[in-house]
């Protein structure tokens, strides 16, 4: 995560505050994930609740952009929040491609099959977020 490293080396917060940090990514994704996949049980539809969480994760994620030294709190409010909207939407993906396959009669008793497509959804979500490290560096 570039965020501690950020943190470290243009705000000069403490590992502890940093550690801080970089674990509310993750409590705001376990939320996201537990309250997202239980809209989209009681709607009935993935699309309606995944797509409206990665649309509201870019204006957060550009407001990273309003922190500073003095406003250095705005990183402890907005970072569960991308937690929450980013690995949400994530896990939504992931367990839906998952128990889609599973439904399915030609693949249903190849599990070469299915591990081949879950290896591939998880591959496509390392490289974006790969990609969006170096689109973090140039901006």
């Known amino acids: 995560m570039w965020l501690p490293f950020f943190i470290s080396t243009e705000i000069g917060l403490s590992p502890l505050m940093m550690g801080f940090l970089t674990s509310s990514f993750d409590v705001g994704g376990v939320i996201g994930s537990i309250i997202s996949g239980w809209i989209s049980d009681k709607v009935g539809s993935r699309t309606l609740v995944m797509v409206p969480m990665l649309m509201m994760s870019v204006p957060v994620f550009l407001m990273f952009r309003l922190g500073s030294a003095s406003s250095y709190w705005i ?51 390392g490289v974006g977020a790969a990609l969006g490290q170096f689109v973090v560096r140039i901006m």
């Open 75 to 125: 990183f402890f409010v907005l970072t569960p929040i991308c937690g929450f909207l980013i690995s949400g939407a994530s896990n939504i993906i992931s367990s839906a491609v998952a128990a889609d396959l599973a439904q399915n009669e030609e693949v249903q008793n190849n599990h070469e099959a299915l591990a081949t497509v879950a290896g591939i959804i998880d591959g496509t979500g």
